[in-house]
């Protein structure tokens, strides 16, 4: 497959894989990807960084992937916590993370991750199949963001350890996605903090499965939903897990300690339409 990065901040000049302008990218730059990128080892973004994809009819839509099974294709692990990295208008798919097993697309160690029209889809890894968020860490899904045909043992979807924060608003969406053990789309830790996750503005979590707990959501941390937001047709009727088996049709709210945790909705928020074993 062709490769083009170029850096809006001097186009003329045209990189042949993602890592190299990664690496070259200043502070605050913003590549655009074209055709394309595949690496045989996850590309590390280590600051506040933008990537756009470009759509062109010789090299069709913008993707990044991977040469092997193993890796990730992204570590987001900028050096402040306020640092923030953007993707917009890109696929990701093709990778199966076997090394640390969580985040089969992406893992967000620190700072914040926004995906905006993104697809993430085909991933696998043990803890969250397309994204693991780090505690500490936060994850962003706006526009038409959307993850599909994700596997993981808990969170099909996204992992969102103690102390992150996962929010998903716009249209952005989690679907056909699996987890063995718990959390078909979205996985949740508990802690102190704990996780919280946030639905709001026409996201919706729907059609995911789990062979255990929650086959939309399994969380030990807090959530909320509002304005629009639904959680429906999910399903957990086809658990084999027989220790596991279907715990929450839609979602799963469960702690070991004395943390607090909640569900809240707000306005127009709905789930419905799930199933679960009786």
């Not at 003329?12 to 890592?19: I, S």
């Not at 086959?215 to 027989?242: Q, V």
């Amino acid at each position: 497959p062709v490769c083009e990065v170029r850096d809006l901040a001097a186009p003329a000049t045209v990189m042949g894989d993602l890592a190299t302008a990664v690496a070259g990218a200043a502070d605050g730059a913003t590549l655009q990807v074209r055709g394309t990128c595949a690496a045989a080892s996850a590309v590390t973004i280590d600051g506040p960084l933008t990537i756009v994809g470009k759509k062109t009819a010789a090299l069709g839509a913008p993707t990044l992937t991977t040469t092997a099974v193993g890796p990730r294709i992204l570590n987001v692990h900028p050096g402040a916590a306020d640092d923030v990295v953007t993707l917009r208008g890109l696929r990701l798919t093709g990778s199966t993370e076997t090394s640390d097993q969580s985040g089969g697309a992406i893992i967000v160690l620190t700072g914040t991750l926004v995906l905006r029209d993104v697809r993430i889809d085909d991933v696998e890894a043990q803890s969250g199949g397309a994204i693991f968020v780090d505690g500490g860490a936060s994850l962003v899904m706006a526009g038409t963001t959307a993850i599909r045909n994700a596997r993981a043992a808990w969170g099909g979807g996204v992992y969102v350890a103690a102390g992150a924060r996962l929010t998903m608003r716009d249209r952005a969406s989690i679907a056909y996605s699996h987890a063995v053990k718990g959390g078909g789309a979205i996985e949740g830790d508990e802690g102190t903090p704990g996780s919280t996750i946030i639905l709001r503005d026409d996201a919706s979590i729907h059609h995911n499965t789990t062979d255990g707990y929650g086959a939309a959501i399994n969380t030990g941390g807090t959530m909320l939903l509002r304005d629009r937001a639904t959680i429906h047709d999910n399903d957990g009727t086809a658990a084999t897990d027989a220790a596991n088996a279907a715990f929450g049709s839609a979602v799963e709210i469960w702690s070991y300690t004395t943390t607090v945790t909640r569900l809240t909705l707000r306005g127009d928020a709905a789930i419905r339409g799930n199933v679960a074993d009786a």
